[in-house]
């Protein structure tokens, strides 16, 4: 067995992070785990059922520790690098170099708690669930520790990938310095990988590979039910980002059918979401919509077994990985209609198991393509979609098969630092 230290966000405290539990056992398979996570508000949660140790760090600096490492960035090797990028690119430059400031006094910060800890040198791998400030944090921490044979992995998503996800600056900081402190750095998706390669480029150093997420076997394939009309699911936070209001556009534009919409989740527009389907969906007698607000995974779980759903919609505006959602849909042999962004593009095959909308769909679109799933149920083409679907789960998205072999290739790094040390 060797010693993995995992930092999080969140792990195991609060809602976040869920995809995390389904890796633990793998991992536990070859590591012996020691977590380390920024939250320290959120009460544990009840899926944690494991007895290895965490420890809950500060990820705010104090004002002194902002303005030492404030003085520190003007003369470090590393942060001289990353203003001279800033200054090159002539764009948004105070701003940038402000928010460049504080990720590294960030990275600072767990660096000295964790240094604190007196666990790090212990370990015979680290692995940083996103590509944020942790990273650089490890990575500036073995530097200091003259630990750099302990090497430093990460998996990158969406948040920590794209530019246009950061709200100032328009740019992920240090990304060119990190893969300079990684061994490997593992994609979500294959779209994510080739965005990172576009924009960053890669590292000779740094191992890039895609190894996706994955959900668990379920029940198989449910049949439709075709005496009923359609039978719609959609899965996700209540906010700006993920467009919920165009389902219900789409769905004030359909009169030749009736549709059974249920959505899961919450968040910040979700009294502006009520507002608008009471407003564009109470008078249609051929539309019904439950708004089930915030569930745990079982109980959607449980969910997708009792139901019979015909088809899951997404109308996100971006994703950087292979949505969950999509993935446990099909999993049930649901079909999915998603926009053609991130991972949803290498997910969704237009009339295999379901339909790709454009990047930015207008309402009429979504109708559209809601019209030809209700055609294929009418012409009993249902049955095929689904096949289609839990076949694609098969294939790529299995959590056992997923998971399993990225706890195997995390060993092998271990395996491959004794024998060079050796």
Same mark, same amino acid.
């Given at each position: ?76 090797? &590393?942060?001289?690098?990353? =203003?001279?990028? %800033?200054?090159? #690119?002539?764009?948004?430059? @105070?701003? !940038?170099?402000?928010?460049? *400031? ?122 439709? &039910?075709?005496?009923?009309? =359609?039978?719609? %699911?959609?899965? #996700?936070?209540?906010?700006? @980002?993920? !467009?919920?209001?165009?389902? *219900? ?174």
């Amino acid at each position: 067995m060797k010693k993995l230290l995992l930092v999080s966000d969140h792990f195991p405290f609060g809602k976040r992070e869920p995809f995390l539990y389904n890796e633990i056992e793998f991992l536990r398979t070859y590591f012996t785990i020691t977590a380390v996570t920024t939250d320290t508000q959120s009460d544990i949660s009840s899926s944690f059922i494991w007895d290895f140790p965490v420890h809950r760090i500060k990820k705010i600096p104090t004002f002194w520790e902002t303005f030492y490492s404030t003085l520190q960035f003007f003369f470090t090797k &590393d942060c001289q690098k990353e =203003l001279g990028m %800033i200054f090159q #690119s002539k764009k948004q430059v @105070l701003q !940038r170099s402000i928010q460049s *400031i504080k990720y590294y006094a960030k990275a600072q910060k767990i660096a000295k708690q964790i240094e604190k800890l007196g666990i790090i040198t212990e370990q015979d791998l680290v692995y940083s669930y996103w590509n944020n400030y942790k990273v650089l944090g490890m990575g500036l921490l073995l530097k200091k520790l003259h630990h750099q044979s302990i090497p430093i992995v990460s998996r990158i998503h969406g948040y920590d990938l794209f530019n246009e996800r950061v709200e100032k600056g328009s740019r992920q900081p240090f990304k060119y310095t990190q893969d300079e402190y990684l061994t490997a750095l593992y994609f979500v998706s294959g779209k994510g990988l080739e965005y990172y390669r576009k924009t960053f480029g890669f590292n000779s150093d740094c191992n890039y590979q895609i190894s996706r997420l994955g959900v668990y076997g379920t029940s198989g394939i449910i049949p439709s &039910d075709k005496d009923i009309g =359609l039978s719609l %699911i959609s899965v #996700s936070h209540a906010i700006p @980002l993920k !467009r919920v209001e165009l389902i *219900i556009s789409a769905l004030e534009l359909i009169t030749e059918y009736s549709v059974s919409w249920v959505h899961f989740g919450d968040g910040e527009s979700m009294n502006s979401l009520t507002q608008l389907a009471e407003h564009s969906l109470k008078h249609k007698k051929n539309i019904s919509y439950v708004f089930k607000g915030h569930i745990t995974n079982q109980e959607l779980h449980t969910y997708y077994e009792t139901h019979t759903i015909d088809i899951f919609i997404t109308t996100s505006l971006t994703e950087g990985g292979c949505p969950v959602s999509i993935q446990e849909a099909f999993s049930y042999g649901v079909p999915a209609i998603g926009t053609d962004v991130g991972g949803i593009t290498e997910m969704i095959t237009g009339g295999y198991n379901g339909f790709l909308l454009n990047e930015n769909p207008t309402a009429l679109e979504v109708k559209t393509q809601l019209d030809t799933i209700y055609a294929a149920k009418i012409n009993l083409e249902m049955d095929n979609l689904k096949t289609n679907a839990f076949s694609t789960w098969e294939r790529f998205f299995d959590a056992e098969k997923n998971f399993s072999e990225f706890a195997k290739m995390l060993y092998a790094l271990c395996l491959d630092k004794g024998s060079s040390n050796g």
